[in-house]
């Protein structure tokens, strides 16, 4: 979730801390809040003010048109004032369709001016850069101000003057309030941007002699922005939407959040509800959301919330038993229902995951007996099958319904079971483990020979294209940069001579890139260098089918750049925090054409700048937030596609006739089996993030396809929030789009809801009734593309197209080749149990084998919680068993005298020689103490310098590890802040 509304309060707050602007901003801080709890004595005394003027209150609980609500009194004193809140606080009110309790109102002095003096003034971002709007005439009565006030662009990394407002905005102020209006516009733009707002609004802003008054305000920041802006923002508490309470289960999911680098995320809708979900995935929630809306469960939906990016078993764990508790608290007459979905992971471990809620189930057991609870799991991905066996076990052993699936079963028809719609087939048997056919049965060590180099459809020459091929055309954009192109982008991103560079330590992502290589016969791999900045150069060891190879590793791009000259695409593995700066330094090397940014998290603002840099270089940027790409048979970004049983499950090692694009990286490789399963298989697949900027659009992709050949059909997977794919109903209506496009947009559930839900995409909230999933289905379908009724219906509908392709003539199946096969790695042979081998150390003391570490019969959490302390911990591995507390005192006493860490054992070794001389206690100290400091990388006098330099500046510690890390230096506390993102 990025951008998110902030109270009233925090919006002013911030503005009246932060504004820089001529303009005489007056009552600055001149607020009250009130709750429920509020002392009126101490409220007084903390705010005299409140004694002497005249007030206005309202709720601040992101109620919009309060005016029109009658929920603002107007000029009244103190007592008047309780006496407005007395029938109104903790009331139940209606707001729309969203009902909730009225309990936080701010009260602030009653500004008397005339109807003249209101303005309205708007600024919101947009993908080509920020919209100010204006309207002379501000209040209750502004009406639709899109229609009529006045609007201004300021394109992304532009600036906005005095002269510029005046000119464009001002144009029907009266001339003595220009000026001022003028200097206050542009501080407020100011503001937008410096402290990363993305939707600023203001209405009433009144202006009188006496200077600007700010009466009501509406604001959103980009959440994502907190490591930049944490000096300024402070602690934000971003308040729930009107009709929704916070709950703590949510505040308590959001903490485990922040401190995973998987998302974990959770929003409870109706605590009462019998239907409750735990979904991978951002897409696969809002999927399964809509399902269950679809079917008429909307009344019954408790929660929505999603799971992804490889949680630990310990993570997920956390997070099942949240679920569990929250599900199992008030009974329903009909029982409750579980559901346990997701798509097709890429790279998460289900069985890991999976082992996690099992965890949460045991210890549950007897609750959700007692609450009649059934569990409906759907899931593929690495090792799934083991997950489901495990899942299938503790139904078993507990008794507790539990039905369980894997990928021969459509995603979302669970949902169906579970609500009693579809008859709970008898549960095919499922593999042992994910990995039956990827041994090499033919016995040659040699790459195999190429199965397939091209379409079922497509002649071979196609193929071999380079990625040079300029796009013929595109659909212009409101606000669309005058600056002319340097190059057009290209139409064929990747083929079977793609060269790239990954940045970042991710060898695992690598591996799996040179085996999807392998297994589609490119003749050299496909990743020519990998750049990592916290270490020097050096090689790293991969496998290029059973043979190991090494590829190099630079400490920065340009001499990775300068000896791979063949290199055009660069996979971003980096953090959110250095994948700005790490792709602005690529894209200055021309020899880059394609850019795939990984990291979710980025702020919109800095993306926006990727953006046009590419647009401007002629560079594609797929992502940020997204797994990648594939192209079947050529390429992969990354772990895209997953692994290799996955990949050769899809049949990705050789190409098809159908291309798609979607945003969700976990719903790309469903659409993976679902095109495979219905079609000849998968031409070229993007995911392009699910940010609301995303580097690449839906239109950039589809316009590709349309100009490659080897695509007959193409399959767009959309989404709420955005506007998008109007652009593929102008591309229809205009014939730049002529071949048949099977598009569906997800989150059709969300105008179903009383209040507004942020799905699990950063650009999933629909802002407008145009970027609702139910208005972009319908105008799709009434321009000619082919929209199913609801996702279910997804695969029949693609079926239905190719085979009428088939049946024309467009597309020719060709005969069908063998697989070819690929050696699997032992770390996951032994992961899924098909190997052992003799321990090289024996020891009784630890025990490593599960997710969890066992000393001496005791789970590290155990340990955790008893705050066993470092003797404990020692006695248990030393002893085997537990020590009494002077022992483990002791043990802690030499372990204080003895410590000594990092490169600072040349200060030890020296007090040690010096006391072994025959030196007095404080000589031999000295002699070590003196020894450590910046000459041998010791934690001493460098560090020190360090941290009193920063508190001397009254620096934060978020902005003293951002300001180390852009030096790229670690402090001499032996960590490295590049390292921690």
Known sequence: ??????????????????????????????????????????????????????????????????????????????????????????????????????????????????????FYVCIYAAREGDFVLFHHEGGVDVGDVDSKACKLLVEVDGKLSEQDVCDHLLLHVPANRKSVLASFIVGLFRLFEDLFFTYLEINPLVVTDAGVFVLDMAAKIDSTADYICKGKWGDVDFPPPFGREAYPEEAYIADLDAKSGASLKLTILNPKGRIWTMVAGGGA??????????????????????????????????????????????????????????????????????????????????????????????RGGPNYQEGLRVMGEVGKTTGIPIYVFGTETHMTAIVGMALGQRSIPDQPPMAAHTANFLLNASGSPSTPATSRTAS????????????????????????????????????????????????????RAVQGMLDFDYVCSRDEPSISAMVYPFTGDHKQKFYWGHKEILIPVYKNMADALKKHPEVDVLINFASLRSAYDSTV???????????AIIAEGIPEALTRRLIKMADEGGVTIIGPATVGGIKPGCYKIGNTGGMLDNILASKLYRPGSVAYVSRSGGMSNELNNIITRTTDGVYEGVAIGGDRYPGSTFMDHVLRYQDTPGVKMIVVLGEIGGCEEYKICT?????????????????????????????????????????????????????????????????????????????????????????????????????????????????????????ELIYAGMPITEIFKEDMGLGGVLGLLWFQRRLPKP??????????????????????????????????LISSLTSGLLTIGDRFGGALDAAAKQFSKAFDSSLIAMDFVNKMKKRRKADHGDWAPGEVD
């Open 1 to 118: 979730m990025s951008a998110k509304a902030i109270s009233e309060l925090t919006g002013k707050e911030f503005l009246y801390k932060f504004i820089s602007t001529k303009a005489t901003v007056q009552n600055k801080f001149k607020n009250a809040t009130v709750r429920p709890e509020t002392d009126w004595g101490l409220l007084v005394q903390q705010h005299p003010w409140l004694q002497t003027e005249r007030l206005v209150v309202k709720p601040d609980q992101l109620i919009k048109r309060r005016g029109k609500l009658g929920l603002i009194g107007v000029n009244l004193n103190l007592a008047e004032v309780k006496e407005w809140l007395k029938p109104r606080m903790e009331q139940e009110t209606m707001v729309g369709r969203a009902k909730g309790n009225l309990k936080n109102f701010l009260i602030e002095p009653f500004v008397p001016h005339k109807q003249e003096d209101e």
């Open 285 to 378: 929630s809002v999927v399964y959301s809509d399902t269950i809306c679809d079917l008429g469960g909307v009344n019954e939906l408790a929660n929505y919330g999603e799971y992804s990016g490889a949680p630990s078993e310990q993570q997920t764990y956390d997070y099942a038993k949240t679920i569990l508790s929250l599900m199992t608290r008030q009974q329903h007459p009909e029982g409750k229902i579980l559901i346990i979905g997701g798509s097709i992971a890429n790279f998460t471990n289900v069985a890991a995951t999976f082992k996690g809620i099992v965890r949460a189930i045991n210890d549950y057991q007897t609750p959700l007996q007692n609450h009649n609870v059934s569990i409906f799991v759907r």
């Open 456 to 507: 079922f459809s497509e002649s071979k020459p196609e193929d071999a294209c380079r990625t040079s091929m300029p796009m013929k055309c595109n659909v212009p954009c409101e606000g669309k940069t005058k600056q002319e192109k340097k190059r057009g982008k290209a139409t064929t991103l990747f083929s079977r001579h793609t060269k790239s560079i990954i940045w970042g330590m991710q060898t």
């Open 585 to 595: 330094e690529t894209m200055s090397f021309p020899q880059i054409r394609t850019i």
């Open 731 to 851: 591309g229809i209506k205009e014939g730049q789009i002529t071949k048949p496009v099977v598009v569906w947009c997800i989150g059709t559930c969300a105008t179903m809801f009383s209040s507004e839900v942020q799905f699990g995409h950063a650009g999933a909230c629909a802002n407008e009734n145009s970027e609702t999933a139910v208005a972009k289905n319908q105008a799709l379908s009434e321009v000619g593309a082919i929209v199913p009724n609801n996702f279910d219906e997804l695969g029949e509908v693609i079926k239905a197209v190719y085979d009428d392709l088939v049946v024309k003539g467009v597309i020719v199946p060709a005969q069908e080749v063998p697989p070819p096969t690929v050696p699997m790695d032992y770390s996951w042979a032994r992961e899924l149990g098909l190997i052992r081998k003799p321990a090289s150390f024996m020891t009784s003391i630890c025990d490593e084998r599960g997710q």
């Open 887 to 920: 022992a483990c005192h002791f043990i802690e006493m030499c372990l204080m005298v003895t410590a000594d860490h990092g490169p600072a054992v040349s200060g030890a070794h020296n007090a040690i020689v010096c006391a072994r001389a025959g030196k007095d």
